[in-house]
């Protein structure tokens, strides 16, 4: 996959020539099937992830993240269900077509432990604040599409069960190809 996604780089650099685009100022999504590692327990879980990000300035756009949880490793997963929304902003570092990203968004932990204690309770979805960190690289292959690789670190806990409190912080990565329309074209200003 990582060699597949280098080969469509290289070949559209060469095939498109070199453009700005941290001047096209684009707005970027994507959806893709992202691995994760839970980082207080042994347990792997997959996520349908998906992001739109807004550059509004050559530095700095502002990105929302979502992960629906579709499953979890092993005979005994420790979740029944989750959903994970962030939003927050990103500082951008250009090199050509490359943008290299680090951002904090802040946001929402919906989780539904599988089971609870020896009798097996049940205590439903819990809600939970929570925020992400992450770092990224994207490159731009055309004006219409780009491939890209983040890992996100995400912070939360499942607290609303009498008697115990659950830290559930994850490393969540995803990388794949996403789609871009441009909001801005090179060379243009809107100054007076």
């Not at 999504?29 to 590692?37: C, D, E, G, Q, V």
Request: proline share 5%.
């Amino acid at each position: 996959m990582v060699r597949t996604l280098i080969a469509i780089a290289l070949v559209s650099k060469g095939v498109f020539g070199q453009v700005d685009f941290s001047e096209y100022r684009p707005l970027s999504t994507s959806l893709t099937i992202s691995p994760a590692w839970m980082l207080n327990r042994d347990q792997n879980n997959t996520y349908l992830s998906g992001f739109a990000e807004l550059h509004t300035s050559r530095n700095t756009s502002f990105r929302g993240d979502v992960y629906l949880y579709i499953d979890g490793n092993g005979d005994a997963p420790f979740l029944r269900s989750a959903v994970r929304s962030y939003f927050g902003a990103n500082y951008n570092f250009w090199r050509g077509n490359a943008c290299s990203s680090l951002g904090f968004q802040p946001g929402v932990t919906i989780m539904e432990p599988a089971r609870f204690g020896e009798s097996g309770e049940s205590y439903g979805p819990q809600f939970s604040p929570s925020f992400a960190l992450s770092a990224g690289m994207t490159y731009y292959i055309w004006t219409y599409f780009h491939v890209y690789a983040n890992l996100t670190y995400v912070r939360s806990k499942i607290s609303g069960i009498p008697g115990a409190l659950f830290q559930t912080d994850e490393l969540i990565f995803s990388a794949g190809l996403g789609f871009q329309i441009p909001t801005k074209k090179p060379g243009i200003t809107h100054e007076i």
